[in-house]
């Protein structure tokens, strides 16, 4: 068994999320650990096999992947008798730790984590576990830092899960691609760049979207241009030039025809009915 002392912080109760504690361990064959914490601890696999017990799990885990042991939750984790693991860990905790764990996909329903790039994975806690060879004072706003690089990156991969298992998620995309596009549309915003926010291929998103919607996602951003122009010229005396840039159009010629396209009236006609 190879062991090395852990790294302790000390508590930093100014932040919602921190860094409590680190480090990383070669486990001898069977080396079992039975018992219960009042914080988060983050273990990533990095070689080796072994089995993970807590609320009603009982998994057998190897590297690549990483599991979570949750606050106050009895957690039994025992290295295998032939292949034992060697692991590094995170300790954390904080005044919204459990809000925070939430938001990157953690959640006592799923303790484990497969990563889809654990080479960079294992490159960030090699950041974190030899800093101090190379820098002896300690740095808090580094270690902060790679907590949450650390986070990200659990967060990306347990987005990966749940996009593997949700059986919604064209769904979830279409939802959050309307939500990009109604706090964007005044940008010149184009279909690629409300696709890649989604994480799905051009030609594949707009596809989708026109089956989901009935509607296209260019007609979608344009229809929120227009029903807000109509509201800035009802409810306005902004100059109609001003309102066409406020929409993310080029110009007020722009605007113009595409409004009379739309309406069968310009802009200036619009305004004089609604005022």
């Known amino acids: 068994m190879s062991f090395d002392q852990p790294t302790y912080l000390l508590p930093d109760n100014q932040q ?21 914490r009042d914080h988060y601890l983050i273990v990533y696999i990095e070689s080796g096999r072994g089995r993970y017990q807590a609320n009603g799990f009982d998994i057998e885990l190897e590297a690549g992947s990483s599991f979570v042991l949750f606050p106050n ?13 060697a692991y590094k860990w995170i300790g954390v905790t904080g005044s919204r730790c ?11 329903e799923k303790p484990v984590i497969v990563h889809s790039n654990p080479h960079r994975l294992s490159f960030l806690y090699d950041e974190l576990l030899n800093y ?4 002896p004072r300690p740095d808090m706003l580094f270690k902060s830092g790679m907590l949450q690089i650390l986070l990200a990156e659990y967060g990306r991969d347990m987005e990966y899960v749940n996009d593997q ?34 994480g799905l291929e051009r030609t594949y998103y707009s596809k989708l979207f026109k089956q989901m919607t ?6 979608y951003i344009m229809k929120l241009r227009l029903d807000r122009g109509c509201s800035l010229l009802k409810e306005s005396n902004l100059p109609i030039e001003h309102i066409a840039l ?7 010629f722009h605007f113009g025809s595409f409004f009379k396209l739309k309406m069968g009236l310009s802009p200036l006609q619009y305004r004089k009915q609604h005022q």
């Open 16 to 36: 919602e999320i921190y860094l409590s504690y680190y480090g990383k361990e070669q486990c001898a064959p069977g080396q079992r650990w039975p018992g219960v």
């Open 73 to 85: 939750t009895f957690t039994v984790y025992e290295a295998d008798t032939s292949n034992p693991w």
């Open 98 to 108: 459990d809000r925070i764990m939430k938001d990157c996909g953690i959640r006592q």
């Open 132 to 135: 101090e060879a190379h820098h």
């Open 165 to 198: 298992e949700n059986e919604h998620l064209p769904d979830a995309r279409i939802i959050t691609s309307k939500q990009f596009m109604q706090e964007h549309y005044d940008k010149k915003i184009s279909i690629s760049d409300v696709a890649n926010y989604v």
């Open 214 to 219: 009935g509607t296209s996602p260019y007609a």
């Open 246 to 252: 406020l929409l993310g159009f080029n110009d007020m």
